[in-house]
């Protein structure tokens, strides 16, 4: 499981179908703003933020008598931690992904698919442009507030690897809340040998996060780390599922 295969599974959670949506309503553009977590969760935690992945979405949507450009622009905030496992250290090995997607709403109806799906759903999408995630198994539900808004989080079990090992990894995922204009999903992961610790980690993350910008100086990446600028297949880019060159599970 390396980094830019799991934004690239991240990316597909808000992209294709709303395109055609907004197209339709004449709706040429509609950008995220890029979400946070609190700095004080992060130190509790031991994870650090560690960049902001910039993925649009470029369409042509095909009308009754033209065509309409729309482009659609998310943003995934990075985090990660150091996770020992036996006498391994993985780098990389507990991550945790702020998704933003926008909001598209026509006379009340929410356009963006993402506002209605479950856990199961979105777990679904990622996985089917994942390429290092296998046998994913739902475990449980729970509950969790963010933003203020309590929504459902569950867990999975996955099959990946790091470096060559075979790891077992827990995946948690939320459904989306709402910001004024945009909506938020989170993901965690960790190897499962790990439960004990990160679970609560990766749940205090979820409470933890906010609308506040990213901080000034985090590096921030375009479609060379998962983005994709000009695509019509769910946010995927070629560079998603064979990232080389990254160790850790993110």
Same mark, same amino acid.
């Given at each position: ?12 959670? &808000? %992209? ?6 907004? #197209?339709?309503? #004449?709706? $040429?553009?509609?950008? $995220?703003?890029? $979400?946070? !977590? ?13 960049? !902001?992945?910039?993925? %649009? ?7 009754? /008598? ?6 659609? %622009?998310?943003? *995934? ?8 496992? +036996? ?16 909001? $598209?709403? /026509?006379? &009340?109806?929410?356009?963006?698919? /993402? ?55 827990? *995946?948690? *995922? ?28 990766? *749940? ?17 990446? #375009? ?10 297949? +769910? +946010? ?15």
């Amino acid at each position: 499981m390396n980094r830019r295969s799991l934004l690239a599974g991240a990316a597909v959670l &808000g %992209t294709t179908s709303v395109a055609g949506c907004l #197209g339709t309503f #004449g709706m $040429a553009e509609h950008e $995220a703003s890029p $979400a946070s !977590v609190d700095e004080s969760a992060r130190q509790d935690t031991g994870y650090e933020q560690t960049g !902001v992945t910039e993925d %649009t979405i470029e369409q042509s949507v095909d009308l009754a /008598v033209f065509s309409q450009e729309v482009s659609v %622009t998310n943003y *995934i905030t990075e985090h990660e931690k150091s996770v020992t496992v +036996g006498p391994l250290t993985m780098d990389g090995g507990g991550g945790f992904l702020v998704v933003a997607t926008p909001q $598209a709403s /026509v006379l &009340g109806q929410e356009l963006n698919p /993402v506002s209605d799906m479950s856990p199961k759903e979105l777990i679904e999408r990622v996985e089917g442009s994942y390429a290092g995630m296998e046998n994913v198994t739902h475990q449980e539900d729970g509950s969790v507030t963010i933003l203020d808004q309590e929504t459902t989080q569950s867990r999975f079990t996955a099959n990946s690897s790091y470096n060559g090992s075979d790891v077992e990894v827990s *995946i948690h *995922i939320s459904e989306a809340v709402e910001t004024e204009e945009d909506l938020l999903v989170t993901v965690g992961v960790y190897p499962n040998e790990r439960r004990d610790e990160e679970e609560s980690n990766i *749940i205090s993350l979820m409470e933890s996060v906010s609308e506040a910008s990213p901080e000034d100086g985090e590096s921030q990446n #375009g479609s060379d780390d998962g983005g994709n600028e000009s695509g019509s297949d +769910g +946010g995927q880019s070629d560079g998603g599922e064979n990232g080389s060159g990254d160790g850790g599970i993110l």
